[in-house]
T-cell receptor, first 113, second 111 residues
Framework: DAMVIQNPRYQVTQFGKPVTLSCSQTLNHNVMYWYQQKSSQAPKLLFHYYDKDFNNEADTPDNFQSRRPNTSFCFLDIRSPGLGDAAMYLC????????????FGPGTRLLVL | GQQLNQSPQSMFIQEGEDVSMNCTSSSIFNTWLWYKQDPGEGPVLLIALYKAGELTSNGRLTAQFGITRKDSFLNISASIPSDVGIYFCAGPAYNTDKLIFGTGTRLQVFP
């Protein structure tokens, strides 16, 4: 009964080759988030969508973009991955506001060669 | 800005022992969340606390929302090997669109 699904679970890309990670949710939640997590660190918020409204964190590089075509799906596009972008990417959702509990997907581990 | 400090940073315990970890902040939080993250997986919500003084259990886990709203603790009783992982506390930052995460406590359980 997966609620937040991320595909693929593992992604290998080449330096500079665009890559897209996907997230879907069966919870019908309004808010969807993308986090980057590096080894032994807490997740770091990249951006989030409140419904269709996109909210970018000030320190998120321009290399990272996102799309949310409908309530259920959200995509993370990395336009030109660098070696420093290798990390776990986590998608999360919350029902109607950031002040509510967030539910995470299993993550996509990105490797950049 | 608001920060959450977790202690201890890591713990090495024997199976069957009880575990206690805590999370403190210099700022007030209205919600405290405890997540567990297994290696290679996303964080899984263990317990959510919404009221100062609230004490909530989930199986062998017990968490409390501190009276001052600046701290929370998580206890695990009779630890088992599958308790291994990183435990994060988290809370929504006041008046922002952000969930603040603690620094994490890494738990190792030896048989």
């Amino acid at each position: 009964d997966a609620m937040v699904i991320q595909n693929p679970r593992y992604q290998v890309t080449q330096f500079g080759k665009p890559v897209t990670l996907s997230c879907s949710q069966t919870l019908n939640h309004n808010v969807m988030y993308w986090y980057q997590q590096k080894s032994s660190q807490a997740p770091k918020l990249l951006f989030h969508y409140y419904d269709k409204d996109f909210n970018n964190e000030a320190d998120t590089p321009d290399n990272f973009q996102s799309r949310r075509p409908n309530t259920s799906f959200c995509f993370l596009d990395i336009r030109s991955p660098g070696l420093g972008d290798a990390a776990m990417y986590l998608c999360a959702t919350s029902r109607s506001s950031v002040q509510e509990t967030q539910y995470f997907g299993p993550g996509t581990r990105l490797l950049v060669l | 800005g608001q920060q959450l400090n977790q202690s201890p940073q890591s713990m090495f315990i024997q199976e069957g022992e009880d575990v206690s970890m805590n999370c403190t902040s210099s700022s007030i939080f209205n919600t405290w969340l405890w997540y567990k993250q297994d290696p290679g997986e996303g964080p899984v919500l263990l317990i959510a606390l919404y009221k100062a003084g609230e004490l909530t259990s989930n199986g062998r886990l017990t968490a409390q929302f501190g009276i001052t709203r600046k701290d929370s603790f998580l206890n695990i009783s009779a630890s088992i090997p599958s308790d291994v992982g990183i435990y994060f506390c988290a809370g929504p930052a006041y008046n922002t669109d952000k969930l603040i995460f603690g620094t994490g406590t890494r738990l190792q359980v030896f048989p």
